[in-house]
T-cell receptor, first 110, second 111 residues
């Protein structure tokens, strides 16, 4: 069974731009969560989607948004990028209690 | 908010056992997890335990949970150089799937 895939793997943007990251969960998994990982703040929860509905949201500004499609694929968008948004963005898919992570998208904001 | 804490570093000799410790504050934690992260990679789920269990064993991995003290540990038997990585403890609370992570423990296995 294929694992969680995330595209792109690496991204370089400049301040003020916006970015869209994509996540394809494991086949049959309907829940997708997003996390941000930085050296200073560690791993922080962004949001969770289940059956195209946002079920839970972390403490991030409104510049961070997401959505989920009917095939469970998910995208997250960050608008008006700031230097502090440079991070590894990880997506996790789950069916029950196990959450499986993708390889992440490394975003660098210059 | 709720907190999960881990020591930052651990060094062991190849072939020895490693014990990585974690404490958490959320008394309503339902599941507790251990993840492994190698450089440049995502998180690999190693094992997890339901909060009403005391112990879980999976090949070289043993998880111990002391719910009274809110203390979780991961023991790796016969530690190998390939086990060198950062290990994260995480918990979920109630029915939510949101993971709250510790800061990670860097395990270094010396030959």
């Amino acid at each position: 069974k294929a694992g969680v895939t995330q595209t792109p793997r690496y991204l370089i943007k400049t301040r003020g731009q916006q970015v869209t990251l994509s996540c394809s969960p494991i086949s049959g998994h309907r829940s997708v969560s997003w996390y941000q990982q930085t050296p200073g703040q560690g791993l922080q929860f962004l949001f969770e989607y289940f059956s195209e509905t946002q079920r839970n949201k972390g403490n991030f500004p409104g510049r961070f948004s997401g959505r989920q499609f009917s095939n469970s694929r998910s995208e997250m968008n960050v608008s008006t990028l700031e230097l502090g948004d440079s991070a590894l963005y990880l997506c996790a898919s789950s069916l029950y209690n196990e959450q499986f992570f993708g390889p992440g998208t490394r975003l660098t904001v210059l | 908010g709720e907190d999960v804490e881990q020591s930052l570093f651990l060094s062991v000799r190849e072939g020895d056992s490693s014990v990585i410790n974690c404490t958490y504050t959320d008394s309503s934690s339902t599941y507790l997890y251990w993840y492994k992260q190698e450089p440049g990679a995502g998180l690999q789920l190693l094992t997890y335990i339901f909060s009403n269990m005391d112990m879980k064993q999976d090949q070289r991995l043993t998880v111990l949970l002391n719910k009274k003290d809110k203390h979780l540990s991961l023991r790796i038997a016969d530690t190998q150089t390939g086990d060198s990585a950062i290990y994260f403890c995480a918990e979920t609370s109630g029915s939510a799937r949101q993971l709250t992570f510790g800061s990670g423990t860097q395990l270094t296995v010396l030959p």
